[in-house]
């Protein structure tokens, strides 16, 4: 009898029509242009400003960090779908690049500690990502309630982005440890992995997919809802 012939699993195609680039945007796309651009500017006095006072690490109430924190949490230590083995379930722990982040901005700017913070992230992210070793031994939780744990920490994450990316910094005022002439370029290249690490790695590390169109397509609506909503760095004229 002759064997079966195993076929290898057919490879998703990227979105080419219209309906396929419609069908990139999903739920959260929504939710945050409508935060962005209506609710945020309704009621920015009391949530919205909780959001920011995350953001930049201040004196938020207790219950706004452990939504955040504690929402990623569940979602960083369970399996998903689209864990299906460690090196694919790491690389979807891109969130964590974010500490990198603050690395590289310090050693831009010229800071003399740069490389204490390097040591401390790395060994941060290792005593962190050190359960997903087990992770046949993980929980493991649906897509929907991922997608869902997650959603705060991409509203906190609009607040992150708009927060830091100012006019002053993209100009480069802050990058003091570069020459001047590569400042706009290296202040653009952080404004891009910051966006990458707060606003679309929580929904990758919820099983999101890769597929450059589809963030494009979702980066339009981003951008449009920022610029729909006027936040205070699009007053300056950009």
Not at 180 to 188: Q, V
């Amino acid at each position: 009898m002759a064997e079966p012939v195993a076929t290898a699993p057919a490879t998703p195609r990227p979105p080419r029509s219209l309906l396929d680039l419609v069908r990139a945007v999903q739920a959260e796309d929504l939710i945050l242009f409508v935060w962005i651009a209506v609710i945020q500017r309704i009621i920015e006095s009391q949530f919205g400003g909780h959001l920011h006072a995350v953001a930049a690490l201040g004196a938020a109430p207790a219950w706004v960090y452990a939504l955040v924190f504690g929402s990623l949490a569940v979602v960083f230590y369970t399996r998903g779908p689209a864990d299906v083995d460690l090196n694919e379930a790491t690389s979807r722990r891109c969130v964590l690049g974010l500490l990198g982040w603050f690395v590289a901005r310090s050693y831009f700017a010229g800071s003399a500690d740069w490389r204490f913070k390097a040591f401390a992230v790395a060994f941060v992210v290792v005593v962190l990502i050190a359960p997903l070793n087990s992770l046949d031994r993980l929980p493991r939780t649906g897509l929907g309630l991922r997608r869902t744990l997650v959603l705060p920490a991409q509203l906190v994450g609009n607040s992150v982005f708009t927060g830091m990316i100012t006019p002053a910094f993209l100009r480069g005022s802050e990058l003091a440890g570069i020459a001047p002439e590569h400042r706009l370029f290296a202040s653009l290249v952080l404004s891009a992995f910051l966006f990458l690490y707060v606003v679309v790695a929580p929904r990758v590390m919820a099983g999101g997919d890769w597929r450059p169109l589809t963030w494009t397509v979702r980066l339009g609506v981003y951008l449009a809802a920022l610029w729909i909503g006027q936040p205070s760095w699009l007053e300056f004229g950009w």
